[in-house]
Structure formats: C-alpha cells, structure tokens
C-alpha cells in the first residue's frame, strides 16, 4: 500500500471503528495522522475509557491499513447534564442509572458487570445498590458481610469491591434480615446513602435501581440526579412490556436513555455448540428501533455468568478475556458513548503529516 499520506487518510475514512460505529475522523477522535516510514503513527483521544480497548483497535487499524501501526490513544471523559434542575453530584462527573421494568431480567448482574468493565478499561467508577428490597451487589462483589467505615460520626466511606467504590444497603443490615419499609422510607434512605457517602472523585457512578415503574422508582428518578438510563430486559415479549414502562417512565422525568441491553439473549449449549434463543429472539432490536435508542448489546445466557456471580467474582472480573465477558465490555463502551454524546464540544482540527 502506498505511503502518500492522502491515501492513508483516504483509507482512514473507511475503517468502522466497532464501538463509534463510523470512522474516527468524523468521529472527531483523530488528532494526528503521522507516517514514517512503513509506519504509521495515530494520536486519538476517545470520549469514554479504553485501556483494554487499545490492542484490540491497533490491531483492526495496522490489517486494514496493512502496515504496522503505531497508536497513541488517550481519553477524556466529561461531566453530562442531569435531568430537570437537579444538580450534579460533587466529584462525580456521570451518575448512570441500570433499570428494568420487572425483576428476574438479569439487571444486577449487568449492573455489576458494567461497571467492572468501565473500570477494567480505566475509568474510576462507584456503585449505589438502590435495590433496597434485594440488594445483592455486596455479595455479588464479594464483600458480603462488611461494613462501611463511619468518617467525622456522619458519612460513611463506600466499601472497596473488586476495583469499585460500593455503597448498598445490604452493607447496613444482616443479608437475611428482610427490609420491611414503605415507599417514602425507601427514598429517604436512599437520598440519605447518596449524599452521606464519601464518595472518591468517580467518573461513573452506577445506580443499580429497584426493578418495576411505581412509585419509589418513579421517586428515585426524579429525586436522584442521572445523566443516563440503561434498560434490561430479555427477548420475553412480557419482560418488554414492562421494559417499555420504564423506558416510558425515564424519557418522562427527563432522564437520557442511553439504549437497551437484551439480556439472556442466547443459550450455547457447552457440549455441541448449538444455539438457542430460549426467550425468543429480536425483542430487544424491535424495541430500540420503537423508541429510537440504540441496543446496546446482547448478552448471553450462560452458566458460568450466574456461578461467576453467585461467587463473589462477576465474569468481567472473573474471566475479562472471555467469550462471555466481551459483549459485557461493549455494553460499557456504547454506553459512556451514548453518554458523551450528549454535548459535543469542538474539537482541534487533524494535522495529517
């Protein structure tokens, strides 16, 4: 291939970076195109965190421009607005909300595993259990059965999990003593967990809220500040409808939808390979294309994700290079995208050397 740099550029335009889903320059994430000699050296910087993402990008860049590539990546993650006249947390640049409409869809699970991949790729990232009724990320995350240090006798500092900062209520209270609460209760409480939290300076705080669309949700969207919801559910046209609902419910209180993760997806039987959609198939791309959010990823049903959780080490932690983890990451990806998408700012004009 030639190495006049207009043809490199040329060839530039036509590479589809996976996660941006266009080139990187109308992405506006090129900074400098430099070839020397058989090489060729990128200057990018990306909206959203992408340690693990680097090999994988170098890689795809150096075939399709067939000659080695030499990447120089960086990132900057931005603070988004929060909806209505809620104001953003201190120290927290983005508050992302992982909702579903009814339980058993798998949202903890995705939660967990989000914000390990957001971390895993260099963010600094937290997580506020908001599941009051079943908060399972303490154990989830291994750290079943701490407790949260108390700083100056009011705030509590959030537990360290596997690379996260965790606050839950299951850190409160005896994992088998039930929460019997009403609605308002629960809101207090989690306001209060919220803002008597030491949080550390985080790029992502995730909210792993209560499944449903009643009253504490409807409460928790309008009182807690979110840059962007993320909604779970299966392929099961009953799990959709009460995913609409929450989409519904989001979209109403001003929150950004940021798209839709179909969760157990598809079964592979570990034996012989084959596929099934147990839970049907195409709900969760039907449903993006209804509402005009993106789907964000599909995730597999596996054996191996329940136990890895179950463990106290969820699959991004447990296993990151796995088959399974790797739609986890892309979640991530799309998601802090989706997010940054949000304000564009203008960005320096590439020199092309």
């Known amino acids: 291939m030639s190495a006049d740099p207009a043809v490199i550029d040329a060839r530039l335009r036509e590479f589809v970076d996976p996660i941006l889903q266009t080139d990187l320059a109308s992405a506006q994430c090129l900074r400098r195109?430099?070839?020397?000699g058989d090489r060729v050296v990128l200057e990018l910087e990306l909206p959203f965190a992408a340690q693990r993402y680097q090999v994988e990008l170098q890689q795809a860049l150096a075939t399709h421009l067939g000659r080695p590539v030499e990447l120089e990546l960086s990132w900057q993650i931005r603070s988004e607005t929060v909806q209505g006249q809620l104001q953003p947390l201190p120290g927290i640049r983005n508050t992302i909300a992982v909702a579903s409409g009814k339980g058993g869809v798998g949202k903890s699970t995705v939660a967990a595993n989000l914000a390990l991949a957001l971390a895993a790729d260099g963010a600094q990232v937290g997580m506020l259990d908001a599941d009051i009724y079943g908060p399972s990320q303490p154990r989830m995350l291994g750290v079943s059965g701490q407790r949260p240090e108390l700083v100056?006798?009011?705030?509590?500092?959030?537990?360290p999990a596997l690379g996260l900062a965790l606050m839950s209520i299951g850190l409160l209270v005896d994992e088998e003593e039930p929460t019997i609460w009403r609605g308002p209760m629960?809101?207090?409480?989690?306001?209060?967990?919220l803002s008597e939290t030491r949080w550390p300076e985080l790029d992502y705080l995730i909210i792993d809220m209560p499944p449903g669309t009643g009253d504490i949700q409807l409460s928790l969207a309008q009182r807690i500040p979110v840059s962007g919801a993320v909604i779970v559910t299966t392929p099961q046209d009953i799990a959709l409808l009460d995913a609409r609902k929450g989409l519904r419910m989001f979209q109403k209180v001003e929150v950004a939808v940021l798209g839709i993760v179909e969760n157990m997806s598809m079964h592979v039987c570990t034996n012989c390979g084959h596929g099934e959609a147990i839970f049907g198939e195409g709900g969760g791309e039907r449903m993006a294309r209804q509402y005009g959010v993106p789907l964000l990823s599909q995730l597999p049903l596996a054996a191996r994700i329940r136990e890895q959780a179950d463990g106290g080490l969820p699959t991004v932690a447990a296993d990151p290079d796995s088959v399974e983890a790797a739609p986890y990451f892309q979640l991530a990806r799309r998601a802090?995208?989706?997010l940054s998408q949000a304000e564009a700012d203008e960005f320096p004009e590439i020199i092309i050397e």
């Not at 195109?33 to 020397?36: D, F, G």
């Not at 100056?152 to 537990?159: E, L, N, Q, S």
């Not at 629960?186 to 967990?193: P, R, S, Y």
């Open 186 to 193: 629960v809101t207090q409480a989690l306001q209060q967990m």
């Open 33 to 36: 195109v430099e070839v020397a």
């Open 336 to 338: 802090a995208l989706r």
């Open 152 to 159: 100056d006798r009011k705030f509590m500092r959030p537990v």
